[in-house]
């Protein structure tokens, strides 16, 4: 696809949604490792389906269901280039991260792991990579193991490789922590695993949409992230699974589409990916993340990270100015995130202050409770940048937080 110079101005014009005011003051949003906003081509590619192309895919022979299977599997083959996958059957279709990780622990995780076999993950997890496992492990009598981070927020791979024995069956990591901005080692990590026979899945949903991924060349088993959080609708997204892998699975949820055969003796399977896409889809929804696969390829990954880590360096040179402040998560390889802390100013009244100034950040514990509990800390203040951002919002979110500090003089 061809890519235009990188041009923030242009960018920012194809977003509807930056336009829009927030307490009458311009909005500077800031929010995007949350969800991100959506280009015009997206929006239209969602509503022209709604409003000339409605129909159910893979069912009809009529005109209307063709064009929507068409376009619904041009966006898997979309998907697939931006991953560098082997083959469309390898990308499934979700409603996001969530579900490509609960669907591997459920259907991987029922069929191949024994009582006494070990799982590990990261201190540094989402709760959407915790919570599966530890369901799976009461289930079946697994172990979960723990990798810690240090208190710049890496991980520490020694003690990830201590953990690994010939009894680990799976990891599942993060990529790109959602709190903490770290880039982690993945490759190596992958290599790692790998070694000692265990499968790797990689939870991409901070990662695909800010960096060029390619799952051939980093070998990961299977691959999640969401839609919304690459520019794409809500409700949509991705599981990559090496197709050796995938067709050894039993389906995750049964139901239309995902069969061959069905009597009320014996029900054979469909051939992948629809074994694992049980039920009608989000066809508007696929159509929509295809669109913005588009659009990510037209402004290109490389260009993206470079900006993106343009913008990290001056966040964290503007934030790391204003005394007292500290940042949480001071990875040496990181992304656009900047997590920090007031002293003795909590969290939320930091984020409802700005939201004052028209500047949405988040709050919270970013579902990684125990990224807070390694900090000793209920909560940060998370600023995360997409490439449509500017300095100049860093400035006015520097200039926000110092008001901030003057109030609670
Ligand atoms: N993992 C990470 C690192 C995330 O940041 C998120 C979303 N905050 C998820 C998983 C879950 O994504 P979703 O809610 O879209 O399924």
Not at 331 to 357: C, M, Q, W, Y
């Amino acid at each position: 696809m061809k890519q235009k110079p990188f041009n923030v101005e242009d960018i920012r014009k194809s977003f509807p949604n930056l336009k829009v005011g927030v307490h009458e003051k311009p909005l500077v949003y800031l929010d995007n490792a949350a969800t991100t906003f959506k280009p015009q081509s997206v929006i239209n590619a969602v509503a022209n389906h709604y409003k000339s192309g409605t129909s159910n895919v893979h069912r009809g022979v009529h005109t209307l269901s063709q064009q929507a299977t068409a376009a619904f599997e041009d966006a898997r083959n979309k998907v697939q280039g931006l991953l560098h996958a082997r083959k469309p059957c390898e990308i499934i279709f979700t409603k996001g991260t969530t579900e490509g990780i609960n669907l591997v622990a459920s259907s991987y995780g029922q069929a191949f792991l024994r009582k006494g076999d070990e799982i590990v993950i990261s201190e540094m997890e989402h709760h959407s990579n915790i919570v599966p496992w530890q369901m799976l492990c009461a289930a079946k009598g697994c172990i979960l193991k723990i990798a810690p981070f240090n208190d710049q927020g890496e991980l520490i791979r020694e003690e990830f490789q201590k953990l690994l024995t010939p009894k680990t069956k799976l990891v599942s990591i993060v990529y790109i922590s959602n709190s903490l901005g770290t880039i982690n080692p993945i490759k190596e990590i992958i290599a790692d695993a790998h070694k000692q026979g265990a499968i790797v899945l990689v939870d991409g949903a901070q990662t695909v949409g800010h960096l060029a991924v390619n799952v051939q060349d980093l070998d990961c088993d299977f691959l999640a992230f969401s839609g919304h959080k690459i520019f794409g609708p809500t409700g949509v997204g991705v599981l990559y699974g090496k197709e050796s892998l995938l067709d050894q699975m039993p389906p995750y949820q049964g139901g239309g589409d995902m069969i061959a055969s069905v009597t009320f003796e014996k029900t054979t399977y469909n051939v992948l990916p629809y074994k694992f896409e049980a039920g009608t889809p989000d066809v508007a929804g696929v159509i929509g993340m295809g669109a913005a696969v588009d659009y990510l390829q037209s402004i290109g990954l490389k260009n993206i990270e470079r900006y993106e880590q343009e913008l990290l360096n001056y966040g964290t040179k503007a934030l790391n100015a204003i005394s007292g402040l500290r940042l949480i998560g001071t990875a040496k390889n990181k992304t656009s995130i900047l997590s920090f802390v007031l002293p003795d100013i909590h969290p939320h009244d930091v984020g409802t202050l700005l939201d004052e100034e028209g500047i949405a950040i988040r709050t919270g514990h970013h579902c990684t409770q125990p990224v807070m509990k390694h900090f000793n800390i209920p909560a940060t203040s998370r600023a995360s940048f997409a490439f449509y951002n500017t300095s100049a919002e860093i400035d006015q979110l520097a200039q926000a937080i110092l008001k901030v500090k003057d109030v609670f003089r």
